[in-house]
């Protein structure tokens, strides 16, 4: 099957090296830490962009980060490519591996090795999940804000790679906002640390050039993030609307008001249905588009800020309000909203868009989206990050259909352009990976490109980490190695 | 340095005309916005001046999106004008230098990202840097570069908005900054704590802030100093104070719980209006060493924790003057004479690290004390390579932040 992403062609002196190099990696860390069997292979051979598969070289999965530093030093003076792995959880295939690359995974670096609750920090391993920094610190009023979709499984060290963010990040900020120091093996095999417990670093910032560079920089294998005290309480409350516009319109509302509850997000018709009928969350079902909106911390306050809030939802038409009686009420509505991609996935295959456009915008994209995805007679459902703009429209499809699989891709090829145009960005949470890859060149121009691609060649001279990813394959630098064309099942 | 030629840009191609003959001629710039922090960073060894003060205005701004674009050198009076007839502010609140440096002139919003300038409400609502969301700016080259854009999250692509704030025009010539507002807390009070001494202080403050009442300022101003802030109103004696800021009700709940908690730790009381506002103005500026002289003063961020530790023991070494922002991991301290810059940064890295730089000293002094935190070898070697991708031929603020950098 041709595929419309292309990678770069695998290395062929590499592959014909390959038993040498097990041996090599070998001697560089225990026999439980490597695979190698074809079979054993298979899970690493791509992420949560599960259209793109390609199985890599081997598998290293190291328990110290002198292990790290050993592969990686020994990769790049081999110049063989190398793809760092959180738990494979990437919507972008940011973790799809090649052919002639070593797979870095950090899954067995799995401690929480600090919790310091006077400097509310704690400082982990990078492959600790993003869910357990929260749990560990939960009995003592504390939590990790950033809570991704993937929380129970996506590591902190992916959350960094990718600068992850959602429901709640309206409020308490990405990952960005949320790290204060990092452990970092470089492209050769040195390890720097950068920040700690402080709130801002020594010179340039390089914790927020390495959040979001999605392992191209270096692999991150401890990192110390910010804790924040947990509100007294929280309340999500559901507002149900006759129309997407309505409720895209309360939106910008509440914003403009002044009140900027916890989160605030957005489904539509086909997104209720489809959640609903997997959590039975008691979502509205006879309504158009649907608001999760929630405030936190003491009764009275919540009371307050909720009066404001009914107010402006009245002003918008709302028909139907339900706010929630119970913690059992208040985790079933989350329930609803964070298995949104789990119970489309049930239905039908499906891709997730990530676009982010400016607050003013939502009602226009949210038209323009259906317009696109009636042209190319698909389905879609929306389920999104409205406080802060972050559309997510699931493109469904049947992928046995390659047809339709193509249509798929280029729908949301269209989309995200239409993000674009109208003042956004192609991604706002899950990363450009290979997927949005090629349309790089429609949010940025070629100074803009390059002038990041020289930043990245600072940091990994010989371009071996994840190299197929984030910029366009075409018009590199050229100061990567192997080949810069696509390999042969990748359409022109 | 007698004759300085300042050139005043009023469009992105006109810096990148300047950038490139500046390139051509070997001939370095000291870039400028208002001028009001020339005197933080080393002394800058060029002729050549270009200020972006005439690259200015408001480009884009719809309160409902929480969002403002402005050209560089509009100045931040302006920016704060429109967000208040707006009932919007800067969250970061930035520091005003210009009382603790003597200096005159008008900050301007590309300065102030530049230096990711922050204030007391960073512990809440993040740095100046987490509140940029895009720039366009002139790398060394000459070539128009942008990055970010003007919505809240974006991870397309490598997060060069954060390098450049905070990278003192060592990077790129800021030409348009794009960054969030929030809208204006309804009411501000302030919990005042007296009697705590520095390690009682810290203590109290991280109780503060693991309960959830959403301290949004949290300071300590020991006797020494507390005279000097709010125009003289605070009560004798040290004073921890704490700030509540959002919806009347709210803030009401959160100070009833806060003052319950602290009053076992010391008196309390209830500051608001402009008392409040005029506290938190005065530390962010750091009046109380706004003295008029140039005793050096240095800015140390370590972790909260650690910060009277740090003054404890630089108090039985030196003459030191101290008071703490940030729950205590923002230290000010200012040195009786000598800047004394080996032993604050030996004692930093012997309580578990951080940073020091040094904000106010003469010239001599700034350009033989390294003014920003040393870096360690494999990272300052990480800079240099940085450095190099923007500005090959060092034509930018050569040694503003690192000397022959």
């Known amino acids: 099957m041709s595929e419309l992403i292309a990678f770069l062609e695998p290395d062929r002196a590499i592959l014909d090296r390959r038993p040498a190099i097990i041996a090599d990696l070998a001697g560089l860390l225990p026999d439980s830490c490597l695979i190698t069997d074809e079979r054993e292979l298979v899970p690493f051979d791509t992420d949560a962009f599960v259209s793109y598969r390609r199985m890599p070289l081997a598998v290293v999965l190291p328990e110290t980060t002198a292990q790290v530093a050993a592969v990686l030093k020994y990769c790049n003076e081999n110049s063989i490519p190398v793809i760092p792995r959180g738990a494979g959880t990437s919507l972008s295939g940011g973790a799809i591996p090649q052919e002639d690359a070593i797979v870095i995974g950090v899954s067995k670096l799995n401690r929480i090795l600090e919790v310091d609750f006077s400097n509310r920090a704690a400082v982990v391993q990078a492959g600790v999940t993003n869910i357990s920094i929260s749990q560990a610190v939960d009995a003592d009023g504390f939590f990790y804000a950033p809570d991704p979709s993937s929380q129970l499984a996506c590591t902190i060290g992916g959350n960094i790679g990718m600068n992850s963010g959602g429901a709640h990040c309206l409020k308490y900020g990405v990952t960005t906002n949320n790290l204060l120091g990092v452990k970092m093996v470089m492209f050769d095999g040195s390890v720097v640390e950068i920040g700690g417990k402080a709130l801002d670093a020594a010179g340039y910032d390089l914790l927020g050039l390495i959040c979001g560079s999605e392992g191209q920089l270096g692999i991150v294998t401890e990192a110390t993030v910010r804790l924040i005290a947990k509100p007294e309480g929280a309340r999500p409350v559901l507002f149900g609307f006759e129309s997407s516009v309505a409720a895209g319109a309360c939106v910008t509302d509440i914003i403009g008001a002044g009140i900027i509850p916890v989160a605030i997000e957005f489904m539509d018709k086909p997104a209720i249905e489809i959640c609903e009928a997997f959590a039975q969350a008691g979502y509205p079902m006879d309504v158009e588009a649907l608001l999760i909106v929630e405030v936190e911390g003491s009764d009275a306050e919540m009371d307050a800020m909720l009066e404001r809030i009914i107010e402006i939802a009245r002003r918008h038409g709302v028909k139907t309000i339900r706010e929630s009686q119970s913690a059992t009420e208040a985790a079933l509505i989350w329930k609803g909203r964070k298995s949104a991609f789990g119970a489309t996935g049930r239905i039908a295959d499906y891709i997730c868009m990530d676009g982010t456009v400016p607050l003013g915008q939502l009602s226009h994209v949210l038209e323009k989206t259906s317009e696109i995805i009636d042209r190319y007679g698909l389905r879609v459902a929306n389920v999104f990050h409205a406080g802060d703009g972050n559309m997510h429209p699931l493109i469904l499809f049947d992928a046995n259909d390659p047809d339709e699989s193509m249509k798929a891709e280029m729908a949301g090829n269209d989309i995200l352009k239409l993000c674009v145009d109208a003042g956004g960005c192609l991604t706002g949470e899950h990363g450009v990976g290979i997927e949005k890859r090629d349309l790089m060149r429609h949010q940025y121009s070629d100074a803009d490109l390059a002038q990041q691609m020289r930043v990245r060649a600072a940091f990994d001279p010989k371009w071996i980490l994840n190299p197929s990813k984030v910029f366009p394959l075409d018009g590199r630098n050229g100061s990567q190695p192997g080949n810069q064309s696509a390999d042969d099942r990748t359409a022109a | ?405």
Request: hydrophobic content about 45%; overall charge neutral; some cysteine.
């Open chain 2, 1 to 405: 340095m007698s004759a300085l030629d300042i050139q005043y840009p009023e469009s992105e191609e006109a810096i990148a005309r300047i950038v490139v003959e500046a390139g051509k001629a070997n001939r370095p710039i000291e870039v400028r916005g208002g001028g009001t922090r020339l005197d933080l960073g080393r002394p800058v060894q060029s002729a050549s001046v270009l200020s972006v003060a005439k690259l200015s205005g408001i480009t884009n701004y719809d309160p409902s999106e929480l969002v403002m674009a402005a050209r560089a050198g509009t100045p931040l009076a302006e920016i704060e004008a429109a967000l208040a007839e707006n009932n919007q502010m800067l969250t970061f609140e930035p520091m005003d230098h210009r009382p603790l440096l003597g200096a005159v002139g008008e900050p301007t919003i590309g300065g102030v990202f530049a230096g990711n300038v922050s204030g007391p409400r960073r512990i809440s609502a993040g740095a100046a840097r987490d509140n940029l969301l895009g720039v366009r700016f002139v790398n060394g080259s000459g070539e128009i570069v942008k990055s970010g854009g003007r919505v809240m999250k974006n991870v397309t692509g490598l997060d060069l908005v954060k390098l450049m704030a905070g990278s003192w025009g060592t990077l790129g010539v800021l030409s348009e900054v794009i960054f969030k507002v929030l809208p204006r807390p309804e009411t501000a009070v302030t919990i005042a704590v007296s009697g705590l001494n520095d390690a009682e202080a810290a203590e109290a403050m991280a109780a503060a802030l693991a309960m959830s009442v959403e301290v949004s300022g949290a300071a300590h101003l020991p006797e020494s100093v507390i005279a000097r802030f709010a125009g003289g109103s605070l009560k004798c004696g040290p004073a921890t104070v704490l700030r509540l800021e959002g919806l009347i009700p709210s803030v009401e709940v959160r100070t009833g719980r806060l003052v319950a908690e602290m009053g076992r730790r010391g008196t309390v009381s209830v500051l608001d209006g402009d008392v409040s506002a005029g506290l938190w103005r005065d530390i962010r500026d750091v009046t109380p060493f706004a003295d008029g002289s140039m005793k050096p003063v240095w800015r140390v961020s370590v972790a909260p924790s650690a910060g009277h530790q740090l003054v404890a023991a630089l108090r039985l070494k030196t003459g030191v003057d101290a008071f703490y922002d940030w729950q205590g991991g923002l230290v000010w301290l200012r040195m009786e004479s000598d800047p004394e810059a080996g032993l604050i940064r030996q004692y930093i890295k012997a309580l578990g690290g951080g940073h020091a730089t040094l904000v106010r000293a003469d010239a001599a002094t700034r350009a033989s004390v390294a003014v920003f935190e040393p870096q360690p070898k494999p990272l300052e070697a990480l800079a240099r390579r940085i450095k190099d991708q923007f500005d090959p031929a060092g034509v930018l603020n050569p040694g503003r932040m690192t000397a022959g950098m």
